[in-house]
């Protein structure tokens, strides 16, 4: 059936194609219509990109084209490549660093793109990825996801994954116009939900903070045209984008080690860690582990930026300790662990 919307919809807002079969229905940003806004918001939000390392993964590729979507004319792989080179273009122009797991049609193994991010050095990772439903004959299912590794509960979970995906899922969501599907309040998910205790092998595998989009359905008859169009990935690319600079203008607290003395009195070790942010540390926020088990022996002195734990000299042996903290713009600091190792000096 011949679709046009823009007889029923203000045209200023909608970017319409009458001239097939096939309807294709997306709104330009306003960044897209006026070249100034566009270089103005890169310009604001350039501080904050500049010196900021991005691996990008484009999924799929080579001898995985299987997803072909809707009357099989979107191949994820190739629209997942096109997003992820449109996304590089945008992060270079306001200063950031951009590698990419592939730049062409080629295969790259699930834990080559984990290795690969985490040898790069880049700050963050993001998989890129086009949905498909479990039923072949659904062609109606679409939706914008993003998903982080691990719940809440896990020890393994890092809550700056969460931050950052929130944050691109909402910014990419507006741009494609779509919601972020029935499974979740913001459109962000764990991967558990898909992968019980294991999730997606590329985020668990990536030692920095990684997500992974599902941008739309290639199988959904509403979406498998539009994706296909350059212009609209370069849209996904936008609302992808603007996610990353709004997540990096609300700061990320720096945690770093300061010293640990022994208090002969109190028979502790005191850990003492810095955690910093201009707009302040969410005191509620903290939370300590040691050797992977929730810890409560701390305190926090905001107007230092002091973390102090008293740790018993008596627990002898090496010990791990991760620090949780946000700031009070609700950003995570990165995944943070340090080493101790408590020396028995008493002989026995
Ligand atoms: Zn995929």
């Excluded at 939000?45 to 691996?55: D, E, L, R, T, V």
């Excluded at 072909?68 to 979107?74: D, I, L, N």
């Excluded at 991967?191 to 092998?201: A, E, H």
Aim: hydrophobic share 35%; glycine share 8%.
């Amino acid at each position: 059936m011949k679709f046009c919307i823009s007889m029923a919809l203000p045209l200023l807002f909608l970017f319409v194609g009458c001239g097939s079969s096939e309807k294709t229905v997306y709104v330009l940003p306003i960044e897209f219509r006026i070249p100034a806004k566009k270089s103005d918001f890169i310009k604001s939000y350039s501080p904050y990109i500049q010196g900021k390392k991005f691996f990008l993964d484009p999924g799929h590729g080579g001898n995985d084209r299987n997803n072909v979507g809707y009357k099989g004319t979107a191949v994820e792989a190739d629209v997942n490549l096109n997003v992820a080179l449109a996304l590089r273009t945008f992060i270079i122009e306001a200063g950031g660093i951009v590698q990419l797991s592939r730049n062409k049609d080629t295969s790259v193994d699930l834990k080559d793109r984990s290795a690969m991010a985490n040898k790069s050095g880049a700050d963050f990772f993001i998989s890129i990825h086009h949905n498909a439903p479990g039923q072949k004959e659904d062609i109606w299912t679409n939706y914008t996801s993003a998903y982080y590794h691990a719940t809440d509960s896990d020890y393994s979970f890092e809550p700056c994954q969460k931050d950052l995906a929130k944050y691109i899922q909402r910014d990419l969501a507006y741009a494609m116009r779509n919601s972020g599907g029935p499974g979740s309040f913001d459109g962000t998910y764990s991967d558990y939900s898909i992968y019980p205790s294991q999730g997606f092998s590329v985020l668990r595998l990536a030692k920095i903070p990684a997500i992974l989009v599902e941008c739309g359905f290639t199988t959904s008859e509403f979406e498998s045209h539009r994706i296909t169009l350059n212009e609209f990935n370069m849209i996904e690319a936008w609302g992808i984008f603007r996610g990353i600079c709004r997540y990096l203008a609300n700061g990320i607290p720096d945690i770093k080690f300061i010293k640990s003395l022994n208090d002969t009195s109190s028979q502790n070790i005191n850990l003492y860690f810095g955690i910093k942010d201009p707009a302040g540390i969410d005191l509620k926020s903290i939370k300590i582990y040691i050797d992977s088990v929730s810890y409560g022996y701390f305190t926090f002195n905001p107007m230092k930026n002091l973390l102090l734990i008293n740790y018993p000299v008596g627990n002898y042996g090496s010990h791990t300790i991760k620090i949780i903290a946000s700031n009070n713009k609700g950003n995570y600091a990165f995944p943070f662990y340090y080493n101790i190792f408590v020396e028995n000096k008493t002989g026995n």
